[in-house]
């Protein structure tokens, strides 16, 4: 697999979008123990729209599984902890993470990767 590039970031969100639903919004999990979370796998599936995206490009939800496991698992958190660089350049870490920001703050799907979109053309 090639590094996904910032337009092909960019490319794999609008992908996810359609996949997921433009007006739908992330469902967090959690329990009443941990509150909250946002996971990239949920019940052996990409959860949210950076997993989904990166799943499409062909990325094993067994990878982003692991990430979950880390204190801070920002997408640009994992690519800076070296557990991401070989699957995507820093341009593409920043987009998907701005669009995981836009998401986890409770925007829909398809507004997250506008305003991703907005921030880094």
């Known amino acids: 697999m090639n590094k996904i590039t910032k337009d092909q970031a960019f490319e794999l969100l609008d992908q996810a979008v359609i996949k997921l639903g433009a007006d739908n919004e992330y469902k967090r999990g959690g329990s009443q123990l941990s509150g909250p ?62 669009a995981q920001m836009y998401q986890d703050t409770e925007y829909t799907f398809g507004r997250s990767v506008e305003l991703a979109r907005a921030e880094h053309q």
Request: hydrophobic share 45%; with cysteine.
């Open 37 to 98: 979370s946002c996971v990239y796998v949920r019940n052996g599936e990409a959860s949210c729209i950076v997993a989904t995206a990166l799943a499409i490009a062909g990325v094993p939800v067994e990878v982003m599984a692991e990430w979950d496991k880390e204190t801070d698992s920002t997408i640009l958190s994992v690519f800076e902890n070296g557990n991401a660089p070989a699957l995507l350049t820093r341009e593409a870490a920043e987009v998907f993470q701005t």
